[in-house]
C-alpha cells in the first residue's frame, strides 16, 4: 500500500528544545514537500525537495530545516522552534515527470510549542 | 504568480441537496488543477484533477469538477450530499511547467445537515 508516514502524529514541547519531524514514503517518489497548516490560511509549503541532496524554500522557511540524504526520507527540523510554529505539519511526495501527478500526503502532525 | 481562491469558508447544505464549493484562479496560463478532501485527523486525498482533455472531471464519492476557462474557474460539485461528505475541501492548482510548486486554496468546510 503507497503510504507516506509521519512521526510522531502529536507532540508538545517547550520553545528553543530542538525537534525534529520524519518523513517516509515507500513509493520510490522524486518529490517530496513539507506544509503547515493553519486556520483560515490553507496550506503553506514550507520546503520541497526534487531529488536526494537536492531542495528548496517554499513560501515559509524561515525557522525549518530539511535534509534530503535518502529518497524515502525528508525530515524537518526546527531547531528552535517558537510558539509561533505551533501548527499542522503534512508531508507529501509524488512522482517526477509532469506536473500533473497528484501529491500523496501523509496523515500530518500537529506541534504545540509552549 | 498563480494564486487559488476558494469562496465560502464554510459551506452547509442538507442532506440530500446540491454540494457546490468553488474554486477560482490566477494565471496568465492555464495550470493543471486539482480539488483534495481532508476528513478529521487525516492528510489530503485526491478528490479529481483536470489536466488536459474533457472538460468535465469526475471523481471518487459522487463529486465531479468542470473547468472553465474564461471563467478561470474549477467549481466542485455533487448532486446529492451525504453525512460522509462532511470535511474539508482544497482546491489547488500547479503549472504545466517549471516549477513543480503546488498553490493551495485556503481550504472550504462543509457541513451537511440532517
Known amino acids: 500500500e503507497a503510504q507516506v508516514t509521519q512521526n510522531p502524529r502529536y507532540l508538545i514541547t517547550v520553545t528553543g528544545k530542538k525537534l525534529t519531524v520524519t518523513c517516509s514514503q515507500n513509493m520510490n517518489h522524486e518529490y517530496m514537500s513539507w506544509y503547515r497548516q493553519d486556520p483560515g490560511l490553507g496550506l503553506r509549503q514550507i520546503y520541497y525537495?526534487?531529488?536526494?541532496?537536492?531542495?528548496d524554500k517554499g513560501d515559509v522557511p524561515e525557522g525549518y530545516k530539511v535534509s534530503r540524504k535518502e529518497k524515502r526520507n525528508f525530515p524537518l527540523i526546527l531547531e528552535s522552534p517558537s510558539p509561533n510554529q505551533t501548527s499542522l505539519y503534512f508531508c507529501?511526495?509524488?512522482?517526477?515527470?509532469?506536473?500533473?501527478?497528484?501529491?500523496?500526503f501523509g496523515d500530518g502532525t500537529r506541534l504545540s510549542i509552549l | 504568480a498563480q494564486s487559488v481562491t476558494q469562496l465560502g469558508s464554510h459551506v452547509s447544505v442538507s442532506e440530500g441537496a446540491l454540494v457546490l464549493l468553488r474554486c477560482n484562479y490566477s494565471s496568465s496560463v492555464p495550470p493543471y488543477l486539482f480539488w483534495y478532501v481532508q476528513y478529521p485527523n487525516q492528510g489530503l486525498q485526491l478528490l479529481l484533477k483536470?489536466?488536459?482533455?474533457?472538460?468535465l472531471v469526475k471523481g471518487i464519492n459522487g463529486f465531479e469538477a468542470e473547468f472553465k476557462k474564461s471563467e478561470t474557474s474549477f467549481h466542485l460539485t455533487k448532486p446529492s450530499a451525504h453525512m460522509s461528505d462532511a470535511a474539508e475541501y482544497f482546491c489547488a492548482v500547479t503549472p504545466t511547467s517549471g516549477t513543480y510548486k503546488y498553490i493551495f486554496g485556503t481550504g472550504t468546510r462543509l457541513k451537511v445537515l440532517a
Open positions: 525537495s526534487m531529488n536526494v541532496e537536492v531542495t
Open positions: 507529501a511526495a509524488w512522482p517526477a515527470g509532469s506536473s500533473n501527478q497528484p501529491q500523496h
Open positions: 483536470y489536466t488536459t482533455g474533457a472538460t
